[in-house]
């Protein structure tokens, strides 16, 4: 599977309508295999499409995603979130990556079938500009906080290897009507676009 679709696939959800119940605790180790525990949400209806506690300063929701299960944990005082995507049958975890609003971050780790580590992929790869960069650089020039107003903002990373071009492309909504779009280089941090655009097409 290639970047473009493990990329797609990270962020498209789908939500059919399942119970779900097992064992005991989040996210446990059997034999070096992380597998998804989801006892903690079994207090909750079933019937529900989209799971959600609080528990010790920690977010969790619990999506169905089809044939696996999306789990994704936000601590408090941490703006970036935790993914993993877990086997519905086995429970076994598929992969995990850190991200940011729709930004992948870091490391993401895949597992086989049966959960064995099979492939690292760096998506701060080509990004000598860091999120952490990006969010200063929205914060200083476009007065936009990015940390705080993660609710009117979204933020992709665009690729074309071909063109060597490695960009950020963010879309702030400013009020009901309008949104800004910026285009950063993920290499240099430059802005190579800021326009305002219509909410309404």
Same mark, same amino acid.
């Not at 097992?22 to 209806?45: E, F, P, R």
């Not at 049966?114 to 998506?123: R, W």
């Not at 400013?174 to 909410?199: F, P, Y």
């Given at each position: 599977?290639?970047?473009?679709?493990?990329?797609? /696939?990270?962020? %498209?959800?789908? %939500?059919?309508?399942?119970?779900?119940?097992?064992?005991?605790?989040?996210?446990?180790?059997?034999?070096?295999?992380?597998?998804?525990?989801?006892?903690?949400?079994?207090?909750?209806?079933?019937?529900?499409?989209?799971?959600?506690?609080?528990?010790?300063?920690?977010?969790?929701?619990?999506?169905?995603?089809?044939?696996?299960?999306?789990?994704?944990?936000?601590?408090?005082?941490? %703006?970036?979130?935790?993914?993993?995507?877990?086997?519905?049958?086995?429970?076994?975890?598929?992969?995990?990556?850190?991200?940011?609003?729709?930004?992948?971050?870091?490391?993401?780790?895949?597992?086989?079938?049966?959960?064995?580590?099979?492939?690292?992929?760096?998506?701060?790869?080509?990004?000598?500009?860091?999120?952490?960069?990006?969010?200063?650089? /929205?914060?200083?020039?476009?007065?936009?906080?990015?940390?705080?107003?993660?609710?009117?903002?979204?933020?992709?990373?665009?690729?074309?290897?071909?063109?060597?071009?490695?960009?950020?492309?963010?879309?702030?909504?400013?009020?009901?009507?309008?949104?800004?779009?910026?285009?950063?280089?993920?290499?240099?941090?430059?802005?190579?676009?800021?326009?305002?655009?219509?909410?309404?097409?």
């Amino acid at each position: 599977m290639n970047k473009y679709i493990i990329f797609f /696939l990270f962020f %498209f959800i789908y %939500f059919p309508n399942e119970c779900i119940a097992h064992s005991n605790g989040n996210l446990m180790l059997m034999d070096s295999i992380k597998k998804l525990n989801t006892q903690k949400y079994a207090d909750y209806d079933c019937n529900r499409k989209y799971l959600k506690l609080i528990h010790d300063n920690t977010i969790y929701e619990l999506l169905d995603f089809g044939s696996d299960y999306k789990e994704i944990i936000t601590t408090n005082g941490n %703006f970036l979130k935790n993914v993993s995507l877990y086997n519905k049958k086995t429970l076994i975890l598929i992969f995990e990556a850190n991200s940011f609003i729709d930004c992948p971050i870091g490391l993401m780790y895949k597992y086989n079938s049966d959960g064995i580590l099979s492939e690292i992929i760096d998506y701060n790869e080509h990004y000598d500009f860091s999120i952490y960069n990006l969010i200063e650089k /929205l914060s200083d020039d476009f007065n936009i906080d990015a940390i705080n107003s993660q609710d009117r903002l979204s933020i992709f990373k665009y690729e074309n290897p071909l063109e060597e071009r490695y960009e950020y492309h963010i879309r702030y909504s400013v009020d009901k009507s309008k949104s800004r779009l910026l285009k950063i280089n993920g290499t240099n941090g430059k802005t190579l676009e800021d326009v305002m655009t219509s909410n309404y097409y």
